[in-house]
């Protein structure tokens, strides 16, 4: 286990349940979002996401599950992820547990074929949980999004005593609707399941306020904290490849090396090709001004 970091955000560089055990403090955690592995065989970085039986998985969740349980406060929130076949599965064993106030369907469109012999999956599922059903942050007013009926349909409900337009905002509801990160996107880093930041913001908006702590205990390319940080909370990111401790050390402005060695966003192909087309270029001034471009 390496702690990295400040003392307002800490990158440990560990496995999750070592470090849970360890490394942060029962009742502690305002927010706790978590997107573990999710048994389908997914390469991360040359570490199969795959277990022998899908009875180990669920045992090794249920365990960071516990964990993830012990270190929240007792107003905490708990958002997490897993596959659809899986989901269940959590769902049974946390509501035991906690208090399941919605179960989220985040929504995604796929320019590639999913399937041909079966519907394929455009979604993933989250859970949002608490300790306290009545006692817990959520800030409506912070996520608020375009209610059509009002802003653009402009209908008027006659059921009230004075007839008046729809509220043009709402607050969301249990279907998110955000691209996929995608490689050509400026927020793109070179990981297989990385999630957007549009996603985190309202996660991290809706259950937390400034000063509050954050924890990711499967961070990979680091959103979780990245946008937590941007939103002046403070964080606690775990994750257990190396490659990705540096992705979040940058992201997060921690630090500009690593080891010696110095912190850069991967280049991707397109801007490989870019830079070469630039170098090949030279800028030239014509006698009557005009700036025009010619291969070396």
């Not at 048994?39 to 045992?59: A, C, S, T, V």
Request: charge should be neutral.
């Amino acid at each position: 286990m390496d702690i990295l970091g400040t003392v307002n955000h800490k990158i440990i560089h560990g496995d999750a349940l070592e470090v849970l055990r360890k490394a942060v403090e029962d009742n502690s955690v305002d927010l706790i979002f978590a997107d573990p592995p999710y048994n389908i065989g997914k390469n991360f970085n040359g570490h199969l996401d795959k277990w022998d039986k899908d009875e180990d998985y669920l045992n090794w969740c249920y365990e960071w599950l516990d964990l993830c349980i012990q270190k929240l406060k007792p107003t905490g929130s708990f958002y997490v992820m897993t596959s659809t076949q899986f989901m269940p599965y959590f769902d049974i064993y946390l509501r035991n547990k906690l208090n399941i106030l919605s179960r989220i369907i985040w929504s995604y469109d796929s320019s590639g074929v999913q399937a041909k012999k079966y519907f394929g999956s455009m979604y993933e599922p989250i859970l949002f949980c608490t300790k306290d059903k009545n006692n817990y942050t959520f800030n409506s007013d912070d996520i608020l999004v375009e209610a059509k009926t009002g802003a653009k349909r402009k209908l008027i409900d006659y059921r009230k005593t004075v007839p008046t337009v729809y509220n043009s905002e709402k607050v969301p509801g249990n279907v998110w609707d955000f691209a996929r990160v995608r490689y050509r996107m400026d927020e793109y880093e070179n990981h297989p399941t990385q999630k957007p930041i549009a996603l985190l913001e309202r996660i991290i908006k809706a259950s937390s306020n400034e000063g509050d702590l954050v924890l990711d205990p499967f961070l990979g390319t680091f959103t979780t904290c990245y946008v937590a940080k941007e939103l002046g909370r403070n964080t606690i990111g775990i994750d257990l490849q190396e490659d990705y401790i540096k992705i979040g050390l940058r992201r997060l402005q921690l630090s500009t090396e690593h080891k010696g060695v110095k912190l850069l966003k991967e280049i991707r192909s397109f801007e490989t090709e870019k830079l070469a087309t630039a170098n090949n270029l030279k800028l030239f001034e014509e006698p009557d001004g005009k700036r025009i471009h010619r291969k070396h």
